[in-house]
């Protein structure tokens, strides 16, 4: 009888925790600890430039492409979770610093929205296949960069 409940405690527990972790998670929340994870070291090693084909390669595997005006800013580009499961990382140059862009496949966002976290700001877009956020420091002006993303990436070309 012990065992038995030692066995429905532990699948139980190993339930709730499989369900909360694959629960998605709200996008401000993400974005804060992701870049609390990562963030501020992703910003350091990227001096130089990503090749166009890593970054198409990269972005490929979520079914997309970027275009050159966005290619060539891209100094760094990595596979990351999201909170619907994988997509890019992103660190672009622009006039006014470097910017994290996050790009997330499968994650719904409100378009236009921006907030702030630890000195940070958050712009977020709505693609036609997924959503990004473009992140900088408080100041950026990031709403630039909105056209940019959305014009950028798009959806592979179907194969007939």
Not at 103 to 113: A, D, H, L, Q
Request: aromatic share 4%; glycine share 8%; hydrophobic share 40%.
């Amino acid at each position: 009888m012990a065992l038995a409940a030692t066995v429905v405690l532990a699948v139980g527990t190993t339930s709730v925790l499989w369900l909360q972790f694959r629960q998605p998670q709200d996008v401000h929340v993400y974005l804060a600890k992701h870049l609390a994870h990562d963030g501020a070291d992703l910003m350091a090693h990227a001096a130089a430039s990503a090749s166009a084909e890593d970054i198409q390669r990269t972005l490929a595997r979520f079914g997309v492409t970027a275009g050159p005006e966005h290619t060539e800013r891209v100094r760094l580009i990595k596979f990351c979770p999201t909170p619907d499961g994988r997509g890019a990382h992103m660190v672009l140059n622009t006039g006014t610093g470097p910017v994290h862009l996050i790009y997330m496949p499968e994650t719904p966002v409100t378009n236009g929205e921006e907030f702030g976290f630890d000195g940070m700001l958050t712009h977020l877009v709505t693609l036609e296949k997924g959503s990004a956020a473009i992140v900088g420091t408080e100041g950026q002006q990031l709403d630039d960069l909105d056209r940019l993303v959305r014009d950028s990436i798009q959806p592979l070309p179907t194969r007939t």
